[in-house]
C-alpha cells in the first residue's frame, strides 16, 4: 500500500473515531442512559451499540445449597456445601447458591425497588446522573462509555454498602427503604460465603474476612430495557470482576453467560437464588487455585432485565495519606510445588488499572504476574 493510501485510511479512521466521541458526548449529555432511548420509541439500535453475540450453551452452572452450614450438628453437611463450592471455583468460578438465608420477599422487592428508580421520571433520575462514582447515590450509563468498542445497552444504579450507605436523605425514595435492608442482608450472607470459600482454601474459616475481602462493597442495581435488535448489540460486554467475590441477584428474564471451556453457558434464572462469582482479587489472593472467568449479558426483545451486584472489595480510604492495602498470594497456600505466581498487589493501582481500561480488554491480573 503507498503512504499516501495508509494516510487516507488513517485520516478515515481519526474521522471516524471522532465521530464516534461526538456521539458518544451527545448520548451522555442527555443524561437519560438507554431508558430514554426507549422511550423515545426507537426502531433500531444507535450505531454507538453495534456488537454480536452468540447463543449460549445448554450447560448448566452449579447450585449450593446452604443448608444452615453454620448449624455444629450439620458438620457432614458443611463438609458437602465446602466441597461443592471447592469444585465449583476451580472449574467453573461461578455458583447459584440457596437456602442462603435472606426471604424472597426481599429479594423481590429489590427488584422492584430497581425498576422503581429506573422508571422514575427523567427530570428526577437527571439529579443523579454523574460519572463521579466516588460517593453518594448515582446513575450512569456504561461506566467505560468513552473506552470500550462498543456501548452497552444497560443504565445503572448504585452506591457504595460497606463501610456504610450513605445517609438516608440522599437515597431516592424509590428504593431507600429495601435498598437500606438488602444491603444489611448481603452483608450477613457475604460473611458467611467468605467463610465456606476459606475452608474451601483450606484456610481457616475467618481468614478471609479477616483479609478485609468484604470490608468495602459497592451495591449496584443494573437495568437492561428491551431491545429493538438484539442480535446486534450487547448488554455487557464479557469482562471479570475486580472485586474478591460478587454476589448477583437476577430476575426472570435471563441473559447472563459465563465463560466455560471456550463456550459461552447460560446462567438460567432460578427464584430465590443468588449468583455467587469470583473475582480477580480471589484469583490473585488464591494464587490461581480459584479463577476469576470471563462474563456478559446478552440482550432481550422482552424487558427491562432487572439485576442487582454486590462487589465484595478490599476498604480503600479516599485520603491521599492513607495507606492502601496490599494483597498478594495467601502464605499459606505456597509452598516450594505452589510458589506464588503474582506479587502484591497494591488495591489502588489495582483498581486504577481496571477502571481505565474499557470492559473487554484483558484483566488487571496481567500487570501483577511473577
Known sequence: MAFSEKRENNGAAEDSNHSRLIKLREFDDTKLGVKGLVDAAVAKVPEIYLDHSSSGSVLTIPVIDLKHPNTTAAAAVRREIVGGIRGSCEEWGFFQVVNHGIPEGILDEMIQGVRRFHELDPEIKKRYYTRDLISGFFLVSNFDLYRSAAASWRDTMGCVAAPDLPPPEQLPDATRDILIEYSKQVKQLSKTILELLSEALGLEPNRLNQLGCGAGQLLLGHYYPACPEPEV?????????????????????????????????????????????????????????????????????????????????????????????????????????????????????????????????????????V
Not at 250 to 260: A, E, M, P, R, S
Not at 279 to 289: A, E, I, M, P, R
Not at 307 to 328: E, M, N, Q, W
Request: hydrophobic share 35%; net charge neutral; aromatic share 6%.
Open 233 to 369: 448489540t450487547i448488554g455487557v460486554t464479557d469482562h471479570t470482576d475486580a472485586s474478591f467475590i460478587t454476589i448477583l441477584l437476577q430476575d426472570q428474564i435471563g441473559g447472563l453467560q459465563v465463560l466455560h471451556r471456550n463456550k459461552w453457558v447460560d446462567v438460567q434464572p432460578r427464584k430465590g437464588a443468588l449468583v455467587v462469582n469470583l473475582g480477580d482479587l480471589l484469583q490473585l489472593v488464591s494464587n490461581d487455585k480459584f479463577i476469576s472467568v470471563s462474563h456478559r449479558v446478552v440482550p432481550k426483545r422482552i424487558g427491562p432485565r432487572i439485576s442487582v451486584a454486590c462487589f465484595l472489595r478490599p476498604l480503600i480510604h479516599k485520603g491521599d495519606t492513607d495507606s492502601p492495602p496490599v494483597y498478594g498470594p495467601i502464605p499459606e497456600l505456597l509452598s516450594e510445588e505452589n510458589p506464588p505466581v503474582y506479587v502484591e498487589a497494591d488495591v489502588r493501582e489495582f483498581m486504577r488499572i481496571h477502571s481505565s481500561r474499557g470492559l473487554d480488554e484483558p484483566s488487571p491480573l496481567q500487570h501483577f504476574r
